[in-house]
């Protein structure tokens, strides 16, 4: 598996195994969410990788969205999505996480007025451990 995709899974795994965050939106933690998804919810967003000396920088964002709760939900959300990720400890396959840090996170409404988008980004950085899986 690529440093990439390996990131990706241990990072959903966390997330879908953190009591606090699946407090707040239960199951819903998607890469691609169905149509008929309920709020609020969870998804693995924009993402960007590039090569770093002796490995992979990797700027991941996760989103999520909230209707009845409105913009504080959402920053409980990215509140918990942060408390999850920032400085974990992840096993991902065939690659080693020398960091996973928070960079920033943003709120805003959307265009329909009802829906609130959380996003918040991390940055990573992988290297190869040479074993396979």
Do not use: C
């Amino acid at each position: 598996m690529n440093a990439d995709g390996a990131l990706q899974k241990a990072v959903y795994e966390r997330l879908a195994g953190d009591a606090a965050l699946t407090a707040l939106v239960a199951a819903r933690i998607y890469d691609n969410p169905p149509g008929d998804t309920g709020f609020p919810y969870l998804t693995l967003g924009e993402n960007e990788t590039r090569a770093w000396p002796g490995g992979t920088e990797h700027r991941l964002a996760l989103t999520a969205f909230s209707r009845g709760g409105g913009r504080a939900e959402a920053k409980r959300i990215m509140g918990a999505v942060s408390a999850a990720l920032h400085d974990a400890e992840l096993t991902l396959e065939g690659h080693a996480l020398v960091n996973l840090r928070f960079l920033d996170g943003t709120t805003r409404r959307e265009a329909d007025g009802t829906t609130w988008r959380g996003t918040i980004r991390f940055r990573a950085v992988t290297e190869e451990t040479g074993e396979a899986t």
